[in-house]
């Protein structure tokens, strides 16, 4: 049984930073796909940072230079690192672990607020 725990959100003033976990049981990240995506109220879920299987990180356009992906395969951890947080950035925070070509998981969620 695969499970995604998450933590590390909460609420942050702009020019913040915050570093998220998503702590795996059950799937071995070193050979998964990864990724974190976050909602805002009234939008869609966006990808924000996301790692395959022996490859480079990405991040969309608004979040590349601030936020950073990695992984600790000891722990079988994913992390997700924001600096220079904005209001805009506000959402709830998920990650996806993913088999290649095969299932995805997600985790609960967890809020990140930013103040202006």
């Known amino acids: 049984q695969v499970q995604l725990v998450e933590s590390g959100g909460g609420l942050v003033q702009a020019g913040g930073s915050l570093r998220l976990s998503c702590a795996a049981s059950g799937i071995i990240l070193s050979i998964s796909n990864m990724g974190w995506y976050r909602q805002a109220p009234g939008k869609q879920r966006e990808l924000v940072a996301a790692?395959?299987?022996?490859?480079?990180?990405n991040y969309p356009d608004s979040v590349k230079g601030r936020f950073t992906i990695s992984t600790d395969n000891a722990k079988n951890t994913v992390y997700l690192q924001m600096n220079s947080l904005k209001p805009e950035d506000t959402a709830v925070y998920y990650c996806?672990?993913?088999?290649?070509?095969?299932?995805?998981?997600w985790g609960q969620g967890t809020q990140v607020t930013v103040s202006s």
């Open positions: 996806l672990v993913a088999r290649p070509g095969g299932t995805h998981y």
């Open positions: 790692v395959t299987v022996g490859g480079t990180p």
